[in-house]
């Protein structure tokens, strides 16, 4: 860049004027990234994972009952391996990989640069954000990277992405940010990435996103393409979120993520309008629920949420993952504006509450709800099933694979209202319904905000 520059000002001077034509030294013609990926590159494995899947002999008809009744004869094991990558953040072995990289994976193994592999096990591994974290079966002290500052990352800032793409070996890219906060992605429950065009490609989920320091800033994905190969538009999962997920598998549990206790809608063009505010930005207020943190804070329906702690929101997706990054500690300052006024409210961090308890059921019998799992929605259910808890209810945790319930559309996440004209308030009431027997079944549910009616033959 500087050879660059020192030509084009030789080029520009006028006849007559000294300009320097030479570089002072190899390091001025000689820009590199080598050092950084020295240093950062031993950090970086391959994550093999293999799943087992337990399936019969009878092909396409091996989920039918009748058919493995009389045919079905041994069961047999298939494994298919997953690749990906993953970084080591901690000396002791701690990895950071993408959850769909080790998803319902048997066996998980490591692999470094110097082809040297280990045996890992997964401590904790959380969908909404798509983060995993591994532990590698080994009292070794390995190489590992720093965990970089989110709020020093800017657009146009120089990255570089490590990983394993398409399998052939741990591979580097440049490029730089293209984007920050992108939420309108789609790729995981937390909605919000760094984009960048360093070409990342399957493989490189899992892998490192790395600043000019050598810090991590971000887990490397997924990507935009039609074809299935790298055009430049890549998505990495910040690093404060990857620090959240870390602490949490140190506690030795699940990810915490601070309670609300609201409704949001993204404030659109149309809505900005109406609410008398300058710009189509922040996470609209349509219901609160009742001792919530959220209402505990003075919030009300027709606020429009505009920051937390100072940082900006551009949306509801925005909204939630900076409010979970926030821990569950402390207060958080809301910036809110309310008839046209803005306002500053103070909200408690506070985990989800299990109340009422959840008092799990499989439930079994001859009934349409065979083969399900519910529980008594909370807080904390509702926190971990991805639900906007603004009632209560009992919700269908799982389903299993083969069972009745999958069979006649049952999906976690559902909440059933009513059976055969009678209200379910709790899980024990719905397991005394789906114990009996009965000619028809007329069931209504919620799902995603809507209600839906099933009427099924008994």
């Given amino acids: 860049m500087r050879l660059l520059l020192v030509l084009l000002i030789a080029i520009a001077a006028p006849a007559g004027l000294s300009a320097q034509e030479v570089p002072a030294s190899r390091a001025e013609i000689s820009l590199s990234f080598a050092p950084i990926v020295r240093n950062a590159a031993p950090a970086v494995v391959n994550v093999y994972s293999a799943q087992r899947n337990d399936r019969g002999n009878l092909g396409m008809f091996d989920d039918d009952p009748f058919m493995r009744r009389f045919f079905g004869g041994p069961r047999m094991h298939r494994r298919g391996p997953t690749l990906g990558s993953g970084v080591i953040v901690d000396p002791s072995g701690l990895i950071i990989t993408n959850a769909h990289v080790v998803k319902d994976a048997r066996e998980i193994r490591v ?8 045996e890992a096990s997964l401590l904790l591994k959380d969908e909404r954000t798509d983060l995993a974290v591994l532990k ?3 009292d070794e002290k390995f190489p590992s990277l720093p965990l970089g500052d989110p709020t020093n990352l800017e657009v146009g800032d120089l990255v570089l992405a490590i990983g394993n793409p398409f399998g052939v070996g741990q591979t580097v890219t440049q490029g ?4 920050l906060a992108r939420t309108q992605v789609g790729i995981a429950d937390s909605r ?3 984009q960048t065009d360093a070409a990342i490609n399957p493989g490189n989920s899992g892998g490192a996103l790395i600043d000019m320091a050598g810090r991590l800033v971000g887990i490397n994905t997924a990507i935009y393409s039609r074809s299935g190969g790298s055009i430049g538009i ?3 999962i910040p690093v404060d979120m990857v620090k959240i997920v870390l602490q949490s598998a140190r506690d030795g549990g699940t990810v915490r993520r601070p309670w609300f206790g609201a409704r949001l809608e993204s404030v659109t063009r149309e809505l900005a309008g109406q609410l008398d505010l300058d710009r189509p930005a922040g996470a609209l207020v349509t219901e609160l629920v009742d001792g919530s943190p959220a209402a505990a804070a003075g919030l009300k329906v027709a606020d429009v949420i505009v920051s937390v702690d100072g940082i900006d929101i551009a949306d509801q997706q925005s909204f939630g993952y900076i409010f ?15 008839d046209g006024k803005p306002r500053t409210l103070t909200v408690a961090l506070e985990a989800p509450p299990e109340e009422p308890a959840r008092d ?22 509702a926190d971990e099933l991805n639900l906007e808890l603004t009632s209560r209810g009992v919700v269908i945790a799982s389903v299993d694979p083969r069972s009745v319930a999958r069979r006649v559309g049952l999906r976690p996440g559902d909440v059933v209202r009513e059976v055969n004209g009678y209200d379910v308030p709790d899980s024990q009431t719905l397991a005394n319904i789906a114990a009996e027997r009965e000619r028809y079944w007329d069931i209504v549910i919620e799902r995603n905000g809507e209600q839906l009616n099933l009427l099924l033959g008994g």
Avoid at 176 to 179: G, P
Avoid at 362 to 370: A, Q, T
């Fill in 234 to 236: 890549g998505f990495a």
């Fill in 324 to 338: 979970a990054t926030r821990g569950i500690s402390g207060s958080a300052e809301l910036g809110v504006m309310r």
């Fill in 192 to 194: 919000f990435f760094i």
């Fill in 360 to 381: 799990a059921r499989h439930l079994e019998g001859r009934s349409p709800f065979d083969g399900a799992l519910a529980m008594n929605l909370s807080p904390r259910v």
């Fill in 136 to 138: 590698i079966e080994s």
């Fill in 111 to 118: 692999g470094f640069s110097d082809r040297r592999e280990f």
């Fill in 176 to 179: 730089i940010v293209s984007a």
